[in-house]
């Protein structure tokens, strides 16, 4: 599957967070990198030792987004994915932080009660016996 255009990618993402507000509650996953296959790497000096960190000219952004299905369940896997050019960067994040925080309010908040119940038993256990 190709990328999709920016606006395409909104409307998919949009969808993606209402199905997971629905019975089939889950993960969405968000990932943002820069896509540097074709841009030539400067040679790396003893000034610069890391010299992909400045690249002559701004690169583009990838944005993927999946509903983070596993393998046992990978027919049902949605993959969505853009480019963003660095001259649309600003325009392109605002819309993409009120998607994903419209998004975010449907999401089923995670149970964390079992992980703090364990930690204030530890904290318990260690004062008790440190006393």
């Not at 993960?27 to 992909?52: A, G, M, W």
């Not at 990978?74 to 993959?79: E, G, S, T």
């Not at 975010?104 to 530890?122: H, V």
């Amino acid at each position: 599957m190709g990328h999709l255009s920016n606006d395409e990618f909104f409307v998919k993402l949009t969808e993606l967070f209402d199905k997971r507000k629905g019975k089939d509650h889950g993960s969405v996953v968000l990932v943002q990198k820069r896509l540097s296959y074709d841009q030539p790497l400067p040679e790396s000096t003893s000034d610069t030792i890391f010299p992909d960190l400045h690249p002559s000219r701004p690169m583009p952004v990838v944005i993927r987004a999946t509903n983070a299905k596993g393998r046992e369940r990978r027919q049902d896997k949605i993959k969505l994915s853009t480019v963003v050019e660095p001259e649309s960067l600003p325009t392109f994040f605002e819309r993409y932080a009120e998607v994903c925080k419209s998004g975010m309010t449907t999401l089923k908040p995670r149970d964390r009660s079992k992980r703090k119940g364990k930690a204030k038993k530890k904290k318990g256990a260690a004062t008790a016996t440190g006393s």
